[in-house]
């Protein structure tokens, strides 16, 4: 009897006396930011549940304590805090107060995740992969054979890399046409485009957009960047209209097709007009990069701010350690408020010029996010430049803004309630 009332007295205690881990991720508490998401992703993996706590502390995470994540924390270099089972609990309560926006979500499995990509593109030449190598995420790379293939079932969560769907080879004709690489990407992509059954490149990238768009249609998250945001809406809007010149697809493009633009098959944007001249590096209307009146010093948007408990979908998308973001170049660095639809969220905006830098969207039974520029830290990043060391960036509160989007399929959904 004293061996068995020991047992459970010892359990008692065990169960009183035991501890969560709060990884905080306020910019005081935390020295690497991006690292504590590739912790967050890895508890997942190990079938631990992690509580995000949405706006407190930049959208801390609580979970269970073990020697094993105290070590993994430690070896990373991610920051922590011990709380007792009390402080715990009285933390979530004091999140889920009505008088506070805050609020605690469930991260429940780790997606799958996968990157659209060619082969052959190195980590650094895309900030998505090159953000989720910094935190030990897994990806796997995919391509047009997967795509048509119907591959992207299965995964959870798709990035787009910086490409183009129009079959306009990223429109760099004018500055890049006789250089070496340029020559061999364009063969290699009609070669592609051939082995797969198509007569130009813009047909393959066209049934490629259409499988990403039932991807999300039914279900999938889809997050891209850059030129791969307007380039994928402008080849839906264009199914069936050849808007590319000779150079691009060997015959002439159709006459009068920003007449015949569908803009009701995009995700996010409308009434944009197409540029028509192969010699501008621009796809659209769309892009604000020719618009821009922003000195560099002063080029920063700003995270709309939403109901943590209400609206808790862009809340999660937003969390980070400080409102304002640097703002950073691409192909596409912001978009035309203007020739955005009405149901589509401005996440981010550059209140100086009046653009959208981050956006989100429902289409179907999925999600998408559309993410302007090209690399969070490179502020003008041109072709060959050298690689961001992200080690020198490890509060980068412009590449949380892509982490977010990679937990935002581990939670447990909860209707919207606006």
């Not at 821009?292 to 002063?298: C, T």
């Not at 400080?322 to 170049?329: I, N, R, Y």
Request: overall charge negative.
């Amino acid at each position: 009897m004293k061996t068995k009332l020991f047992i459970v007295l010892f359990c008692l205690t065990q169960v009183t006396w035991s501890n969560f881990i709060l990884i905080p991720m306020d910019y005081e508490s935390q020295s690497q930011h991006l690292k504590a998401y590739g912790i967050t992703y890895w508890l997942l993996e190990k079938n631990t549940k992690v509580q995000w706590l949405l706006n407190h502390r930049g959208g801390s995470f609580l979970t269970t304590a073990s020697d094993e994540l105290k070590r993994e924390c430690t070896i990373r270099g991610v920051d922590y805090e011990i709380l007792s089972t009390n402080e715990a609990e009285n933390l979530l309560k004091e999140i889920d107060s009505p008088s506070l926006n805050k609020s605690s979500i469930t991260l429940e499995k780790a997606p799958k995740i996968a990157v659209y990509t060619p082969s052959g593109k190195a980590p650094w030449d895309d900030a998505v992969t090159m953000v989720l190598t910094y935190a030990e995420i897994p990806y796997e790379k995919i391509y047009d054979k997967n795509v048509l293939e119907d591959e992207l079932l299965l995964y959870d969560w798709l990035h787009l890399h910086h490409e183009d769907f129009t079959g306009q080879y990223g429109k760099f004709y004018r500055a890049y046409r006789a250089r070496p690489w340029y020559i061999e990407q364009k063969k290699e992509a009609e070669a592609l485009a051939e082995s797969l059954g198509f007569d130009k490149v813009s047909e393959s990238k066209l049934a490629v957009s259409k499988k990403i768009r039932d991807y999300v249609v039914g279900g999938g998250f889809m997050f891209a960047m850059c030129s791969a945001t307007d380039s994928f809406d402008i080849a839906l809007s264009a199914e069936g209209v050849d808007i590319c010149e000779p150079m691009f697809d060997g015959d002439a493009s159709e006459p009068g097709y920003q007449n015949k633009i569908d803009y009701e098959k995009t995700f996010a944007f409308t009434d944009f007009i197409l540029e028509k001249n192969p010699m501008v590096y621009e796809y659209s209307s769309i892009d604000m990069t020719d618009k821009r009146k922003v000195p560099q010093d002063k080029d920063y948007f700003t995270l709309s701010e939403y109901s943590a408990k209400w609206d808790p979908i862009p809340t999660m998308l937003t969390q980070n350690h400080t409102a304002m973001v640097k703002g950073f170049m691409g192909q596409t660095t912001a978009f035309n408020p203007n020739q955005i639809k009405s149901h589509v969220l401005v996440l981010g905006k550059n209140r100086i010029n009046n653009e959208a830098r981050y956006i989100h969207g429902i289409k179907g039974k999925g999600f998408f996010t559309f993410y302007g520029g090209h690399d969070p830290e490179d502020y003008r990043h041109m072709v060959g430049d050298p690689k961001t060391e992200l080690k020198l960036h490890p509060k980068s509160a412009g590449y949380r803004l892509i982490l977010n989007n990679i937990l935002f399929p581990a939670a447990e959904k909860k209707k919207k309630k606006t």
